[in-house]
């Protein structure tokens, strides 16, 4: 495999839009969707980002998504992209999401270098923690998911089509509560004293119990740790959760002292990408 083959990755859209989730909601970004991912959340809502194709086009755009030619992009191709798509604006923060970027890790060090001082965000699910150790200073925030171990179906390994340049990380996904447990924690600790958030989505199909070995686990290891619960979109059969559960859990992060905000997906009510 050429050298230069090892830092593609196959991008599904790149958009300037608002921030809707996690500790910079609100802000104007520019989102870099990069596609592939081996968890299969109950409530994810893009998971049209989970497989990797023959024939896939990236789409890059504002409001108007665009095709180019392939999906498979260079670090410098990315950059390229997100001036397009900022359509000679503002630079604005660059917020890397998925799919799960972290199986694209040389990819997410050559783009570091290709934007210069501007901000990089990173959104991860938190699963990979030997590829976030690898990557992580060329981030300036990271916002990792908390994922309750009933939200998780068992992850499929990612099927590469025999054209695609490059293999992802080898990295597994983790498999089972104890795998899940020892990924979350070593990713909570990477991120100590780091601008950083933990996103717990929430959803009506859980009790209060279900959350507890997060909080524990943030108390623990990463105290400090801004703490978003997501309430679930309703999308592909999760539901919303009651404002008793949210209080629940509000209570629960209250008694281990950690700094917890309640925050739906706005750009779902902006109606914005």
């Not at 991860?124 to 925030?141: E, K, Q």
């Not at 989505?201 to 703490?227: H, Q, T």
Request: aromatic residues 6%; charged residues 25%; negative net charge.
């Amino acid at each position: 495999m050429a050298p230069s083959a090892l830092a593609l990755a196959p991008v599904l859209e790149v958009f300037a839009s608002i921030q809707g989730e996690g500790a910079y909601v609100g802000e104007p970004q520019t989102f870099l969707r990069l596609r592939g991912c081996p968890l299969r959340c109950r409530w994810c809502d893009t998971p049209g980002s989970w497989r990797v194709r023959e024939h896939d086009r990236a789409r890059v755009g504002g409001r108007e998504l665009v095709e180019r030619d392939s999906a498979w992009a260079s670090p410098f191709q990315a950059a390229c992209w997100i001036r397009d798509a900022e359509a000679g604006g503002l630079a604005r923060t660059v917020s890397v999401t998925g799919g799960e970027p972290l199986l694209w890790p040389e990819f997410l060090i050559g783009l570091r270098s290709m934007l210069g001082e501007r901000r990089l965000h990173l959104e991860t699910a938190g699963a990979h923690p030997r590829t976030l150790a690898r990557v992580l200073d060329g981030f300036d925030h990271v916002s990792l998911d908390l994922k309750p171990a009933l939200d998780l179906d068992p992850p499929e390994e990612l099927a590469l089509p025999d054209s695609a340049p490059r293999a992802a990380s080898d990295e597994p996904a983790p498999r089972t509560r104890d795998d899940w447990r020892r990924a979350r924690e070593a990713c909570l600790e990477l991120v100590r004293e780091r601008d950083a958030c933990g996103k717990i989505v929430v959803s009506g199909e859980r009790s209060a119990a279900d959350f507890v070995p997060l909080f524990d686990e943030v108390e623990r290891v990463n105290p400090k740790l801004l703490v978003v619960l997501q309430p679930a979109t309703p999308i592909g059969g999760a539901t919303a959760p009651s404002h008793a559960l949210l209080e629940a859990l509000l209570d629960l992060a209250a008694e281990r002292a950690l700094a917890t905000r309640v925050l739906p997906q706005v750009h779902r009510y902006l109606r914005v990408p």
